[in-house]
């Protein structure tokens, strides 16, 4: 744990000195921005940020890949893996450590868009209910841990951070085409039942709503714990290569 927490920090910094780490804050504020000033915040519309939540996954799809690419394969390109495989740390350390710092930049960048909620606040009346807005947060957080899971593991396979970016995006990208077809598409039972279990979509929809199911949040911590652990898998294979 003490190892974990400790890459978790220098990684954490390390996004914060890099222009990637900037350019995806400015990015996700921008598109925040665009969605909450055309979509949100117009005269005579409820005060809600169910159209922001419903939007996170679409918002958080070019940010996330170019939070995790340079996670592992920065370590590859510079020699660094090398000295972080013959310390004393275990591959799973190194992979939540890792993980985990992703995510707390993530965080980080979400904290801005509370301002969303104070404007929404002082200027409607009524005031928006808190239980969408609490579920919506609990959906963009889950939700970054799913991609940033799958990001993880991308980095883990290449040592190439475009290489890394491309096949995360391109995964999320049909990841979430695909949910968003088919939950829409009229399918025959069985395949409707699985399909809607798999859906992305469906599960964003219902946490900007307001609905916190518990299957949900199983969903997406079962899944990105599956791709975390292909990640550590991948390191493991590096290590005895």
């Not at 400790?6 to 804050?25: H, V």
Request: proline share 6%; aromatic share 10%; hydrophobic share 55%.
């Amino acid at each position: 744990m003490t190892a974990a927490l400790a890459i978790a920090t220098r990684e954490y910094r390390s996004l914060f000195r890099s222009p990637a780490g900037w350019i995806s804050i400015a990015l996700f504020l921008l598109l925040t921005g665009t969605v909450f000033s055309l979509i949100t915040f117009q005269p005579g519309s409820p005060a809600s940020l169910q159209a922001f939540f419903a939007l996170s996954g679409w918002l958080l799809l070019p940010v996330a890949p170019a939070i995790s690419m340079k996670l592992m394969s920065d370590e590859y390109r510079v020699g660094t893996i090398e000295m972080l495989l013959t310390s004393p740390v275990s591959d799973v350390s190194v992979i939540a450590g890792k993980f985990a710092a992703a995510l707390g930049f993530v965080i980080t960048m979400l904290a801005p868009t509370l301002l969303y909620i104070i404007v929404l606040i002082v200027s409607a009346d009524p005031a928006p209910d808190p239980g969408p807005i609490v579920a919506g947060y609990l959906c963009l957080i889950l939700l970054s841990c799913l991609f940033l899971s799958v990001g993880t593991l991308a980095s883990a396979l290449t040592p190439s951070q475009t290489l890394a970016f491309l096949a995360t995006l391109f995964f999320l990208l049909g990841l979430l085409v695909v949910s968003s077809t088919l939950a829409s598409a009229n399918l025959p039972p069985p395949l409707d039942s699985a399909i809607a279990w798999l859906s992305l979509t469906r599960r964003i929809r219902d946490f900007a709503t307001g609905v916190i199911d518990l299957s949900h949040i199983v969903f997406f911590l079962s899944w990105s714990l599956w791709f975390l652990v292909l990640a550590t898998a991948a390191l493991t294979m590096r290590r005895w290569r």
